[in-house]
């Protein structure tokens, strides 16, 4: 029986659709808002310092003093040296809401830290979401043309003064801005590569030209950062450490929001929150298991009354996003308890407050990725005492204890089953979560690892020429996971 308040609901989801398309063809995805000349996002030195974190003594009721003074300790190692993050993007993915914290946070600390991201045009990120994919297992080739635009456009970013100072210590994050250090790199500077993707070895074995590819750009850093162990590529002739991603349990995405808040935010996208939500919150990308979700919902739905919320955005190097966007749009247009939510990135504020909102409204947060590098939106739902289903994949488990701080997706059918018992047992629901959140709090909260963090570049900063870190030695600040996890 088709009731007045499903054709209502079926029309604000049009009326939203309609929304998001129009906000879609308005800002262009590649928008970088807070970027000043040389790719400037933060520069105490440049008076550029546009967002702030608060100072550790904020955090301490949360962590402890224990935990507290070995951040500060490991800060005082290195006052007075020059630190400069470098990414692709300032807006969107988890990359950039981490630097957003800890780099006014590393301030705060005494350690004199700038963030800057390199440019390039539509073909250098199409070039760059293709090696993404094909580090993360996508078939496929890297092809000829993707390593001229490469080359090309890294060759341009150092000649552009994007190091305009006299750094110490060079912080690259992820592929896109891997190849500056070949070109800029003196001596008297420590250049680390953080990985955050889902790398693996098999991938590079099956690709020669992309093993050579990225081998070529690796040679000249003095060490490397991954998420887990079994992402550290053992042939690379570097150091490497092991270190978590994290979420500052004091920004505007992951601090407590009053009721009224949260009403503010469900209100403003016409969403019912007397009706149960599931949500799925994050990029529009194919690895992260939106099909699944929906499937899931589906077969849910027969049984439960629900509501899904699909609610993201797109970083700004990530051109893939419009086209998984119109699919998701396509696929569920019939579907009126599906809402599919394009986020606007114009207020970075509002934008977390929101995601924020949604998170905390879900009776179920699912997020079935079918490659992760972390998986700080698990992170962040789990730190809000979410009941949440995740994939066993990449470092996805590291935070998942099947059936103690979450679950694991297995088939639609069998995920559809334990989303209705757990929306039938919001007791048992909560508790569940609660158990989660004690565990996030105790392993994946920004002071904690930017301690681990302060300790790798100090480590490496004083390494010599690896003489006092061998080529072959991996670093962990936390017994993070197994190095038998990693296919060899």
Not at 59 to 77: C, H, L, M
Not at 138 to 155: C, D, H, V
Request: aromatic fraction near 8%.
């Amino acid at each position: 029986m088709v009731t007045a308040h499903k054709i209502q609901r079926a029309k604000r989801k049009v009326d939203n659709t309609l929304k998001a398309e129009k906000k879609t063809q308005e800002t262009p995805v590649t928008a970088t808002p807070q970027q000043s000349a040389h790719g400037v996002i933060y520069s105490k030195r440049l008076n550029l310092c546009p967002f702030t974190a608060p100072p550790l003594k904020a955090y301490t009721p949360i962590i402890g003093n224990k935990r507290a003074e070995r951040v500060q300790q490991a800060a005082e190692r290195l006052k007075g040296r020059r630190v400069l993050e470098l990414n692709a993007t300032a807006q969107g993915g988890g990359v950039a809401e981490m630097l957003y914290s800890s780099v006014p946070f590393q301030n705060n600390l005494g350690v004199d830290t700038e963030w800057k991201v390199i440019s390039g045009n539509e073909e250098f990120f199409e070039c760059t979401k293709g090696l993404h994919n094909l580090l993360q297992g996508m078939k496929g080739n890297f092809t000829q043309e993707m390593e001229r635009s490469y080359y090309s456009t890294i060759a341009d970013c150092a000649r552009s003064e994007i190091l305009d100072h006299n750094y110490d210590i060079i912080m690259v994050n992820d592929p896109q801005p891997l190849g500056l250090a070949r070109h800029l790199k003196k001596p008297g500077m420590t250049w680390l590569w953080r990985c955050h993707i889902d790398i693996e070895e098999a991938p590079m074995d099956a690709n020669p030209g992309l093993w050579d590819f990225m081998t070529n750009w690796i040679e000249p850093y003095d060490a490397a950062i991954f998420s887990a162990a079994h992402y550290v590529v053992t042939r690379w002739p570097l150091p490497s450490f092991i270190i978590p991603p994290f979420i500052d349990p004091l920004s505007e995405k992951n601090r407590e929001l009053t009721e009224a808040e949260i009403d503010q935010v469900l209100t403003k996208y016409e969403i019912d929150r007397k009706v149960p939500i599931i949500a799925q919150v994050g990029r529009f990308d194919p690895w992260k298991g939106l099909d699944r979700t929906i499937a899931a919902f589906r077969y849910v739905r027969k049984e439960q009354e629900c509501q899904l919320i699909l609610a993201g955005g797109m970083a700004s190097d990530d051109p893939e996003g419009a086209r998984i966007l119109d699919h998701l749009y396509e696929d569920t247009k019939n579907d009126e308890d599906i809402h599919i939510l394009h986020l606007s990135l114009d207020n970075r504020l509002e934008n977390w407050k929101e995601v924020n909102a949604f998170q905390r409204s879900a009776n179920i947060i699912i997020q079935p990725s079918t490659r992760e590098g972390f998986g700080l939106v698990i992170t962040e739902a789990l730190w809000k005492a979410k009941p949440v289903i995740a994939a066993n994949v990449g470092a996805i488990p590291l935070q998942i204890r099947e059936g103690d701080t979450g679950y694991f997706y297995e088939t639609p059918q069998k995920t559809a089953r334990r989303m209705i018992n757990l929306l039938k047992n919001p007791k048992a629901a909560e508790a569940f979560g609660q158990r989660a959140k004690e565990y996030v709090g105790e392993h994946f909260l920004l002071p904690d690892r930017i301690a681990d963090y302060l300790q790798a570049m100090d480590m490496a900063l004083n390494s010599d020429g690896h003489h006092s870190m061998p080529i072959d030695s991996i670093t962990s600040f936390h017994p993070w996971f197994k190095m038998s996890k990693r296919r060899q």
